[in-house]
């Protein structure tokens, strides 16, 4: 069983497009997350949803949006693809309760996106 | 300054050597640290985690965490040609959400 699944795996798309990811997780964990991870592996978070909600949002271009429609998923749409959008983007949950430190966070196997 | 640094190697070490796999933080706020391991082309595999100073053992693994110096480090006994991967450190604070920094990882090759 795999615990934080997206899809898809691979992705290769032309300049301009628009695609989505998804992201889902049967862990029962409340926080979920999207990193992107470089050619030079440097791994950076982008968003964080937390029972829904947006608790993290990095400088992303807002050609990037996240959407969580209930807690163990959450999707990453990205509009008017660029070259510097191929990398690798993983979706992570950990468990997490308010007023608390967090635990910590479980990866997807990643989406490859490569813009052609 | 740089939040984590790490030296990303790469490091080659022969099958069955000890690897001392180190990490250094800036910020004193930090509070729990967390060791992952990456094949290429995989998801980050959580190793160890903890929150407090000292060390903690799994296995072959021993995490090592000093507040006080602002450094992590993992420790690798008996190592494996299986554990030939790149080791991320990450580390936390507790504001009004969770987040991890994670450092740029050092790639690792043991030698069989």
């Known amino acids: 069983d795999t615990a934080v699944s997206q899809t898809p795996k691979y992705l290769v798309t032309q300049m301009g497009n628009d695609k989505s990811i998804k992201c889902e997780q049967n862990?029962?964990?409340?926080?979920m997350y999207w990193y992107k991870q470089d050619s030079k592996k440097f791994l950076k978070i982008m968003f964080s949803?937390?029972?829904?909600?947006?608790?993290i949002n990095e400088t992303v271009p807002n050609r990037f949006s996240p959407k969580s429609p209930d807690k163990a998923h959450l999707n990453l749409h990205i509009n008017s693809l660029e070259l510097g959008d191929s990398a690798v983007y993983f979706c992570a949950s950990s468990p997490r309760t308010s007023g608390s430190l967090g635990g910590p966070q479980y990866f997807g196997p990643g989406t490859r996106l490569t813009v052609l | 300054q740089k939040e984590v640094e790490q030296d990303p190697g790469p490091l080659s070490v022969p099958e069955g050597a000890i690897v001392s796999l180190n990490c250094t933080y800036s910020n004193s706020a930090f509070q729990y640290f967390m060791w992952y391991r990456q094949y290429s082309r995989k998801g980050p595999e959580l190793l160890m985690y903890t929150y407090s100073s000292g060390n903690k053992e799994d296995g072959r693994f021993t995490a090592q965490v000093d507040k006080s110096s602002k450094y992590i480090s993992l420790f690798i006994r008996d190592s494996q040609p299986s554990d030939s991967a790149t080791y991320l450190c990450a580390i936390a604070m507790k504001t009004s959400y969770d987040k991890v920094i994670f450092g740029p990882g050092t790639s690792l090759s043991v030698i069989p």
């Open positions: 949803y937390n029972n829904k909600e947006l608790i």
């Open positions: 862990l029962g964990h409340d926080t």
